[in-house]
T-cell receptor, first 114, second 115 residues
Framework: DQQVKQNSPSLSVQEGRISILNCDYT??????FLWYKKYPAEGPTFLIS?????DKNEDGRFTVFLNKSAKHLSLHIVPSQPGDSAVYFC?????????????FGSGTKLNVKP | GAVVSQHPSRVICKSGTSVKIECRSL??????MFWYRQFPKQSLMLMAT?????????EQGVEKDKFLINHASLTLSTLTVTSAHPEDSSFYIC???????????FGDGTRLSIL
């Protein structure tokens, strides 16, 4: 059972525009959420995280939004750059449930066109 | 900071060979290390969780006698794929965690190809 879902396998965006990547989860016990970026043949690189006590966290061009009632989080990249082209994974964990275990979505491949 | 080194990056070997993959946290002590497997165009599949000095916890469907995990110190975990077969060919990635509500930091993965 996939507890974290990324329903868009790919996204194409023009350079300079906003990229919005979406993620849905089913387990209400999740209280910590993260986004990772992954290039081919490399391990994922941590981008940004958010705790369930917040609904927004911003770091430079990256902002993560959390909507707990909808069990939905999104990653906004503004402005998008060609170097942002990669696969983006969202992940979730719950301190009170399977401590430290991260549940990953299936990834969204972002292509930023010059 | 938070660098995780995984070695080797690529292994090609014959069927029946056992392969050891190392995962090291270079600049921090990891209370927990994780081993994942990634199939083409799919997500990361957690194989097992290991804590230093204790037995690894394997996910359902992962054979613990096939995938031996040793976490001998706070900076080193190893995954040994025993008697590897072509169906074991995959991309294996480790990650390390300092404590809860912190990001896992990933190694660069090992591409294992069994002929």
């Amino acid at each position: 059972d996939q507890q974290v879902k990324q329903n868009s396998p790919s996204l194409s965006v023009q350079e300079g525009r906003i990229s919005i990547l979406n993620c849905d989860y089913t387990n209400s016990m999740f209280d910590y959420f993260l986004w990772y970026k992954k290039y081919p043949a490399e391990g994922p690189t941590f981008l940004i995280s958010i705790s369930s006590i917040k609904d927004k966290n911003e770091d430079g061009r990256f902002t993560v939004f959390l909507n707990k009632s909808a069990k939905h989080l999104s990653l906004h990249i503004v402005p998008s750059q060609p170097g942002d082209s990669a696969v983006y994974f969202c992940a979730a964990s719950a301190n009170s449930y399977n401590f430290n275990k991260f549940y990953f979505g299936s990834g969204t491949k972002l292509n930023v066109k010059p | 900071g938070a660098v995780v080194s995984q070695h080797p990056s690529r292994v090609i070997c014959k069927s029946g060979t056992s392969v050891k993959i190392e995962c090291r946290s270079l600049d921090f002590q990891a209370t927990t290390m994780f081993w994942y497997r990634q199939f083409p165009k799919q997500s990361l599949m957690l194989m097992a969780t290991s804590n230093e000095g204790s037995k690894a916890t394997y996910e359902q469907g992962v054979e613990k006698d096939k995938f031996l995990i040793n976490h001998a110190s706070l900076t080193l975990s190893t995954l040994t794929v025993t008697s590897a077969h072509p169906e074991d060919s995959s991309f294996y990635i480790c990650s390390a965690l300092v404590s809860g509500n912190q990001p896992q930091h990933f190694g660069d993965g090992t591409r294992l190809s069994i002929l």
